[in-house]
């Protein structure tokens, strides 16, 4: 057994102070990430998805406070979202219809309600509700602060609005206000013993916008005209014939609403766990042994502590399943070939006896040492024999 000189080695273990300058920038990350999530649970509450131009909504988006002005004015404000529920109202007297959205609502019995109507926006089945306006085909008027530079008194007294949206036209003896591009975004024109006023946007009617320029004073001149006001809206609960799937809800209606924070959260632990896992640890130390060992004595002293044991079985084992891994390319055969085929394609190569040679590869263990040292000469034949074919 050789000797080689003894080389200083040391711990290659991450140390409390490593570990922390390594991973400290994930700890960072995650605890932002943790507030983020605590953050906005905290600021969302249950307020729910906002619903624009809802009287009852009081985001940003709804039209809350216009609906309290109205009746702080002492006019009647009915929230529908049906066109039977509009009918309805509007058969117990003279009303003005208000639409901010027709979405799965049937607009043709919308239309049949009498009275004055204002229409805001892209309302589905515009042309049914207001016949005669026409919208300038190309992109929607960007959304500003415009003058109103008409005659129509519900505007010059407003002055300014915060006005844009569908570019309209309108019928012959219509009054147009808050020019953009190359229509208008406010028309009234007569029709069927009423008025029928269109505006192109209605962000000048919510509560982000309501206080500014002269929005509140249009929005007023428009809707409050003493009129009871029959408010339509988009249904809460849409009709099942209106939805998707066999009992119409769809996949994301049956998701809970903060299935986006926790499909985010779970992308953010992914991309930090699969950057944590996958960095580099720092290049291979090699580390030189302290010992070299020949291969022959590994050999022998495997072989002595068969020997002590008396583990013939087992060195015997060994010694065939070394033969037969050796053997195997050598005849042509693949690695999982089976023991019939092994001593067929031996003893075609080497001549010897089929029963002998599944013997030797396959056979019982030899009773004594003397048995497992034939055994090993027998197998190294063998070798030899095919080595040399």
Sequence with gaps: ??????????STSPTARSAWRAGRLFVLLGVIAVLFGVLSVLLSGDSGPSRPLDPDDTSLSGSKA??????EQGVTVERVDTAEA??????????LLLVTDTTYIDQYALARVPGDRVIVGAVPGLSALAPGIRIEPGQAARTRSREPECELPAATAAGSAYLGGLRLRGPSGATACYPADDGHALVRYPYGGGTITVVGDGSFMTNQRLAEDGNAALALNLVGTGKPVIWVVRPETPPPSALPGERG???YDLMPGSIRWAISMAVIAVLVTAFWRGRRLGPVVAEKLPVVVRAAETVEGRGRLYRARRARERAADALRAGTIDRLTPRLGLASGAGRHEVVAALAART???????????????????????????????????????
């Design 66 to 71: 216009l609906a309290e002005l109205l009746r």
């Design 249 to 251: 809800a769809s996949m």
């Design 86 to 95: 509009a009918a309805a109202k509007g058969a117990a007297g003279d009303r």
């Design 1 to 10: 057994m050789s000797l080689t000189t003894t080389a200083t080695s040391y």
């Design 351 to 389: 001549g010897e006896d089929a029963h002998v040679v599944g013997d030797a590869l396959y056979g019982p263990p030899p009773k004594d040492d003397t048995g497992l040292v034939a055994l090993a000469r027998y197998l190294d034949s063998i070798e030899r024999t095919v080595s040399e074919l």
